[in-house]
């Protein structure tokens, strides 16, 4: 019996702590719909481009690395997820962006908010307006992509970092 | 039970290794602020104008998280650049421990804001029309509102909602001019006999738009009177596609004293005109329309009812080079409708937020 209600526990916590992962993959299942194999990677930024995508998108990367999702059917690629992190007024914003193998945007989703303003940023129909864009895409607040009154901060970052892993992903791509 | 303990350990351990993968949180302090100069000229009825500079507010943001629930939220305010002898004013606008559940639940306690209106949450410069906030904003909902109190709140499909029990209003305050504004007490040893009641709900899942509105509830009390204060609001705002459109109303009810009701509505109207251009400046020309009196109702009714009755027009311009920083310039004027006196003013002002 203790032994019963040691492993539920432990599996609670187990499962608790994978919510980040769990949703990705779920986020990356309902996006690409079909059987997908999802390969991984840690993908280091390479200083010159950083700087580069930094200066064009107007706000610094959260770390050297971003989470680097590819996605094929059987053995053609038919499409990435990148996941980063932005700051919101003080917590980070962890997001999830994904893209035909062209470098258009699919699906965008915010995979773990912890401010406690600003949480209508979550929001399907918010995150809906990326469908479609690319790396020429504006990625204007108020233009061409839809603000949230009460979440001004977040609405700003999140659009800059969804429009910085764009022109990463380009750069993935043109490799 | 050996194996059930290596097992244990084993899953610990790679769970430990594998869930730093994905813990992105750590401990920090946050910094922000936002600040706003004004120049004011008034010319109110046939006195002569009167034009002043006024550093109206410069505000500190301080928090720190300990963890991704748990944090700490403050905001420290110096009004009008200087304090002495009840000119200016040093205030704690908020200092909060905030525990962030999920989106489904939240919780606040400390000194905090009444989620009551647009504006009184978020008032940075940058957000809002006009040099000085709505009149609305100062007579019908006294913004900054702050306060001892508590709240709870979470968001269900795209429903915002926030209950929060907040400290009394002084009903002795009350005045016709002003309404509830003198009432509050802003975290100074109020009265812990008895609590404001407040609850509001937005709707946010049509991208642009909010739409919601509070209720509020008080059995306000002074030294010599005790007044039950009914608050009653309705806010809508949508931005997008370069436009912007507000509409707020707000009824005050009062169920003894000579005051009985204050109310006033403003709608607001702007459009991002240099999107025409594809320039990244936001030049965002904008027109206003409020109106408002702080003596709706009363119990001897009169001409009280009509002398702190007025509308306003508003026209002005928001410029924003970033979204952090705006200059201001605006003109408004005001009619009065006991006996039709006008009054005008030119504001012009630049604000930040970080």
């Known amino acids: 019996m203790l032994i019963k209600i040691l492993f539920t526990v432990l599996i609670s916590f187990v499962a608790y702590s994978q919510d980040i992962q769990e949703k990705v993959n779920m986020s990356l299942q309902n996006c690409f719909v079909k059987d997908i194999q999802i390969d991984f990677e840690k993908l280091q930024i390479k200083n010159e481009l950083k700087n580069s ?38 917590l980070p ?24 303003y600003g949480g209508a940023i979550q929001s399907k129909e918010w995150n809906d307006q990326f469908k479609g864009k690319n790396m020429e895409s504006d990625f204007v607040v108020g233009k061409d992509v839809s603000g949230i009154s009460g979440a001004t901060i977040s609405v700003n970052s999140v659009t800059k970092g969804i429009k910085k892993l764009t022109l990463l992903l380009n750069e993935i791509i043109s490799k | 039970m050996k194996h059930f ?44 104008s009167k034009a002043i500079w006024d550093f109206h507010r410069f505000v500190l943001f301080f928090g720190y998280s300990w963890s991704e629930k748990w944090s700490f939220k403050s905001e420290v305010e110096l009004e009008h650049n200087f304090v002495k002898n009840g000119q200016g004013e040093l205030e704690l606008e908020q ?109 946010l899942n049509i991208p642009g738009l909010k739409i919601g509105a509070s209720f509020s509830f008080n059995n306000a009390k002074g030294d010599t009177t005790n007044v039950d204060v009914t608050i009653t609001e309705f806010h809508a705002k949508y931005e997008a596609n370069n436009l912007t459109a507000i509409f707020e109303f707000g009824n005050i009810s009062y169920n003894s004293g000579e005051l009985r009701a204050s109310r006033g509505y403003y709608i607001d109207l702007g459009y991002n005109i240099a999107s025409f251009f594809e320039l990244n400046t936001k030049i965002i020309p904008f027109v206003r329309y409020s109106d408002i009196n702080t003596a709706a109702e009363t119990f001897s009714g009169g001409d009280n009812e009509k002398r702190y009755h007025f509308n306003e027009w508003m026209i002005g311009l928001n410029v924003k080079p970033i979204d952090n920083i705006v200059f201001k310039v605006d003109y408004s004027e005001q009619v009065r409708k006991l006996d039709d006196r006008k009054s005008k003013f030119i504001n012009f002002g630049v604000g930040y937020m970080f």
């Open chain 1, 53 to 90: 995508i930094e200066k064009k998108a107007g706000q610094k990367f959260f770390s050297n690395e971003v989470y680097l999702y590819k996605i094929f059917i059987g053995k053609k690629l038919i499409g990435y997820g990148l996941l980063d992190n932005v700051y919101g007024k003080s």
């Open chain 1, 93 to 116: 914003i962890t997001f999830l962006v994904m893209y035909d193998n062209t470098g258009k945007i699919l699906c965008s989703e915010i995979i773990k908010y912890r401010e406690p």
């Open chain 2, 5 to 48: 303990i290596l097992f244990s350990i084993l899953l610990i351990l790679t769970q430990s290794i594998y869930s730093q993968d994905y813990n992105f949180f750590e401990p920090k302090a946050t910094i922000a602020g936002y600040g706003e100069l004004h120049y004011n000229n008034e010319k109110i009825g046939d006195a002569p």
């Open chain 2, 95 to 203: 200092a909060y421990i905030n525990y962030h559940h999920s989106d489904l639940f939240g919780f606040n306690v400390g000194i905090i804001l009444p989620s009551i209106g647009l504006i009184n949450e978020y008032h940075e410069p940058p957000l809002f029309f006009g040099t000085e906030r709505p009149v609305y904003h100062n007579l019908i909902i006294p913004t900054t509102w702050f306060g001892s109190g508590a709240s709870v709140y979470g968001n269900i499909n795209g429903f915002d909602y926030r209950l929060m029990l907040f400290e009394t209003l002084n009903s002795d305050k009350f005045t016709f001019s002003q309404g509830i504004r003198g009432g509050r007490m802003k975290g100074y040893k109020t009265d812990a006999s008895r609590f404001l009641y407040s609850a509001r709900l937005d709707y």
